[in-house]
């Protein structure tokens, strides 16, 4: 089968290839981390060896005295770089890595499903030595290119990926929608038993999976592990708090949610005390809860938070004097700032979409994004208005006047837009309304 380049990720890759430090690529189960190693294979011109933890045939390797002896003499044989997938299943993997590093006879590249791969002494160690990639499920062009690669072509893409996610597997198979969101449950299934249950022997599996279906139930409002810990102890009596703690903190290692802090944008810094969970990936939701239109608002923040966190943008909720924002986005010195609407309906809906970006009297790019046209769609006092797939897809028109400001990014005609947000694609009530939903839905 052919596979499609995921070229987000290889470019960002690509300066720092046989840099002398290692390549680390993390993020979800089954993202395409693999798929993406095994293409350095056709981009690397040297000799590499390839360990693949997911394969039976490497089980052997989980020993790390047998991984180090066989990385070694392949080395001493020629070998030029080193490829290890899943690299937390072999014990003591950190120890290999930083003897590698010290060595520097290799250029190595490793993947893992552990958001705190990173963490504690491995990363004090190799401060300066490594360099992290994080990875995501598919964003919505990149369903696209899968789309007309695998599938019939674009008819239907968005709502396709409203409903399924982003698993590249679901868009390299030819499934219908139930047999795509059976996937999604096997790939979460093996997630939560693989990555958590086993990997710490956790003692309640039912809580565990109880406190995924908060999550998922509760994307893009606010809360706090203490919130959880007080809506499932009117179940469960003996409930610990510390094992709500630990439990939450297993479902960030194994990238399943992110939290989101919040940003306050006048004080210029970051708020412990108020955040949102996030999904690591909307079909998700779908397979534990099944598809509800009237959750719509938290598809669509849920679905832009890792839009931009695939662009490489750090992604805050903001605050600018008790107004929200719903996306404070920073890379480098860059800040874009982003409110997501169906539609602006009316004068109301105009007032608060804008009048929170209105407030923020700094130089960086605003964007009111929408799914559907209105009569009131206009650009305001600097804010950019876009119809949601052009912003997607990194598509707009070139504002009247020079009314962008300067820290947006420059693109070859102007002005480039980052792809954001899905908009909210259905009514409450679960119908297609206006004519582009129509068209979604032909």
């Given at each position: 089968?052919?596979?499609?380049?995921?070229?987000?990720?290889?470019?960002?890759?690509?300066?720092?290839?046989?840099?002398?430090?290692?390549?680390?690529?993390?993020?979800?189960?089954?993202?395409?981390?693999?798929?993406?190693?095994?293409?350095?294979?056709?981009?690397l011109?040297?000799?590499?060896?390839?360990?693949?933890?997911?394969?039976?045939?490497?089980?052997?390797?989980?020993?790390?005295?047998?991984?180090?002896?066989?990385?070694?003499?392949?080395?001493?044989?020629?070998?030029?770089?080193?490829?290890?997938?899943?690299?937390?299943?072999?014990?003591?993997?950190?120890?290999?890595?930083?003897?590698?590093v010290?060595?520097?006879?290799?250029?190595?590249?490793?993947?893992?499903?552990?958001s705190?791969?990173?963490?504690?002494?491995?990363?004090?160690?190799?401060?300066?030595?490594?360099?992290?990639?994080?990875?995501?499920?598919?964003?919505?062009?990149?369903?696209?290119?899968?789309?007309?690669?695998?599938?019939?072509?674009?008819?239907?893409?968005?709502?396709?990926?409203?409903?399924?996610?982003?698993?590249?597997?679901?868009?390299?198979?030819?499934?219908?929608?139930?047999?795509?969101?059976?996937?999604?449950?096997?790939?979460?299934?093996?997630?939560?038993?693989?990555?958590?249950?086993?990997?710490?022997?956790?003692?309640?599996?039912?809580?565990?999976?109880?406190?995924?279906?908060?999550?998922c139930?509760?994307?893009?409002?606010?809360?706090?592990?203490?919130?959880?810990?007080?809506?499932?102890?009117?179940?469960?009596?003996?409930?610990?708090?510390?094992?709500?703690?630990?439990?939450?903190?297993?479902?960030?290692?194994?990238?399943?949610?992110?939290?989101?802090?919040?940003?306050?944008?006048?004080?210029?810094?970051?708020?412990?005390?108020?955040?949102?969970?996030?999904?690591?990936?909307?079909?998700?939701?779908?397979?534990?809860c099944?598809?509800?239109?009237?959750?719509?608002?938290?598809?669509?923040?849920?679905?832009?938070?890792?839009?931009?966190?695939?662009?490489g943008?750090?992604?805050?909720?903001?605050?600018?004097?008790?107004?929200?924002?719903?996306?404070?986005?920073?890379?480098?010195?860059?800040?874009?700032?982003?409110?997501?609407t169906?539609?602006?309906?009316?004068?109301?809906?105009?007032?608060r979409?804008?009048g929170?970006?209105?407030?923020?009297?700094?130089?960086?790019?605003?964007?009111?994004?929408?799914?559907?046209?209105?009569?009131?769609?206009?650009?305001?006092?600097?804010?950019?208005?876009?119809?949601?797939?052009?912003?997607?897809?990194?598509?707009?028109?070139?504002?009247?006047?020079?009314?962008?400001?300067?820290?947006?990014?420059r693109?070859?005609?102007?002005?480039?837009?980052?792809?954001?947000?899905?908009?909210?694609?259905?009514?409450?009530?679960?119908?297609?309304?206006?004519?582009?939903e129509?068209?979604?839905?032909?």
């Open positions: 089968m052919k596979y499609i380049d995921r070229t987000l990720y290889l470019d960002r890759m690509k300066p720092f290839m046989s840099n002398g430090n290692v390549k680390i690529v993390t993020g979800i189960r089954r993202s395409g981390k693999s798929t993406l190693l095994k293409e350095l294979n056709g981009i011109d040297k000799k590499i060896l390839h360990i693949d933890m997911e394969l039976w045939d490497n089980q052997k390797y989980r020993d790390p005295e047998t991984a180090y002896r066989y990385i070694r003499e392949s080395i001493d044989s020629g070998t030029e770089a080193v490829i290890i997938d899943e690299v937390q299943d072999i014990d003591r993997w950190y120890e290999i890595v930083r003897s590698l010290a060595e520097g006879e290799c250029d190595l590249y490793i993947s893992g499903s552990n705190k791969l990173l963490s504690g002494e491995f990363a004090s160690v190799l401060t300066g030595r490594y360099n992290r990639f994080f990875m995501f499920t598919l964003t919505y062009s990149e369903c696209l290119e899968f789309s007309r690669e695998y599938l019939d072509g674009e008819t239907g893409t968005l709502s396709r990926f409203m409903r399924v996610g982003g698993f590249p597997s679901v868009w390299r198979n030819r499934y219908g929608e139930s047999d795509a969101i059976l996937e999604v449950s096997d790939i979460l299934n093996s997630i939560l038993m693989r990555d958590i249950i086993a990997r710490y022997n956790v003692r309640r599996p039912d809580l565990l999976h109880r406190i995924f279906r908060f999550f139930d509760n994307i893009g409002h606010r809360t706090s592990v203490n919130n959880i810990y007080n809506t499932l102890l009117s179940e469960d009596r003996k409930l610990a708090k510390d094992l709500v703690y630990e439990y939450v903190s297993h479902l960030e290692s194994a990238c399943l949610i992110y939290k989101a802090e919040t940003y306050d944008v006048k004080g210029k810094e970051i708020l412990k005390s108020a955040y949102k969970y996030y999904l690591a990936d909307i079909g998700l939701k779908n397979a534990v099944g598809y509800r239109p009237e959750d719509i608002e938290g598809y669509v923040e849920n679905i832009v938070y890792l839009e931009m966190k695939a662009r943008y750090e992604v805050w909720m903001g605050d600018y004097a008790g107004k929200e924002v719903d996306f404070v986005c920073k890379k480098g010195d860059e800040f874009v700032y982003i409110q997501a169906t539609r602006l309906a009316d004068e109301d809906v105009v007032k979409e804008f929170n970006l209105k407030e923020i009297r700094d130089n960086h790019s605003k964007y009111v994004v929408a799914l559907e046209r209105s009569p009131l769609d206009s650009d305001m006092d600097g804010i950019r208005f876009v119809l949601m797939e052009d912003f997607l897809l990194g598509r707009y028109r070139l504002p009247p006047e020079p009314t962008v400001s300067r820290g947006s990014v693109g070859a005609r102007g002005t480039h837009l980052l792809p954001l947000n899905l908009g909210k694609l259905f009514h409450a009530h679960g119908r297609p309304k206006g004519a582009l129509r068209r979604l839905f032909q």
